[in-house]
């Protein structure tokens, strides 16, 4: 082997630890997200968000019961889960079990929306699909609400349906929350859908999918990832039509389990008005 050939499969190696020394590097994340019509009473309500865990493929499993200890110390008001929990059957147990501490962490509620692995829907020979029947006692909203009274306000927790999101064009995830909600939160997989959601109900879209752009390349006005590279630069927050809308990177992998440039993250938000 010539020299330059050697140091390029030296730097290939020396790459790909790397990236995989930064798949089990877990960002611990505080960020504050102002919602304009807020009652000030719910001033400093916290949200921790967490993502694509894909259970049973790659370090997401391992990162979870990692944000679970957090959770623990945190006492958040709120933990989503966005959808992509377990990639393999046989991880459904260990998943349960990290989300029943994190069940035990939240003040008032737990829940998670299924995403499109979850479905085994996608190119990622990983994702097997699953039956969600255990979550260790968080709520499952897959096209269904809940609602819950936080210092005497209503706070209205909806969950948009993965399989009608990519099945039925027409599908609005934001009829599922109460218009009259002091608060109207959305879980939804897929950041996309922003755009399309009807202006003015949902306060605050949660949502995930992207991973960061898991492996990403440095590019004018933010990075491009190559886990979904049509989605343009990666950004965690953004907002359309009065929402706001959280993305988070995610804590596991796919079709590699390798990240660049897109560390792995639970992240909590706090609401200010």
Do not use: K
């Not at 790397?18 to 309500?45: C, N, Y």
């Not at 590279?229 to 359309?240: F, I, N, Q, T």
């Amino acid at each position: 082997m010539m020299r330059w050939q050697r140091g390029a499969a030296a730097a290939a190696a020396a790459g790909i630890a790397a990236s995989g020394a930064e798949a089990l590097t877990l960002r611990r994340r505080v960020r504050d997200i102002t919602i304009p019509t807020l009652p000030m009473a719910l001033e400093g309500l916290t949200i921790l968000h967490i993502s694509d865990v894909h259970a049973g493929y790659g370090p997401g499993l391992t990162l979870l019961r990692r944000s679970a200890r957090w959770a623990a110390e945190l006492e958040p008001d709120i933990i989503a889960v966005t959808g992509d929990m377990v990639a393999r059957r046989r991880a459904g147990p260990a998943f349960a079990a990290a989300c029943a501490e994190l069940v035990s962490a939240a003040r008032h509620a737990a829940v998670a929306v299924l995403g499109n692995h979850d479905l085994a829907e996608g190119r990622d020979p990983f994702a097997q699909g699953w039956d969600p029947d255990d979550l260790g006692g968080v709520t499952l909203l897959d096209g269904a609400a809940i609602e819950l009274a936080v210092s005497g306000h209503r706070i209205s927790l909806a969950g948009a349906s993965a399989a009608r999101m990519m099945r039925q064009p027409g599908y609005d995830p934001v009829s599922h929350l109460d218009p009259s909600a002091e608060l109207r939160v959305l879980l939804c997989h897929f950041p996309h859908m922003l755009p399309r959601l009807e202006p003015g109900i949902a306060h605050l879209v949660l949502a995930g999918h992207l991973h960061g752009g898991q492996i990403c390349a440095p590019w004018p006005g933010g990075r491009i990832g190559l886990a979904h590279p049509r989605s343009g630069p990666v950004s965690a927050l953004e907002a359309s039509n009065g929402t706001v809308m959280h993305v988070s990177p995610g804590l596991g992998t796919t079709f590699v389990p390798l990240r660049f440039l897109a560390r792995p993250e639970v992240t909590l938000l706090r609401l200010r008005a």
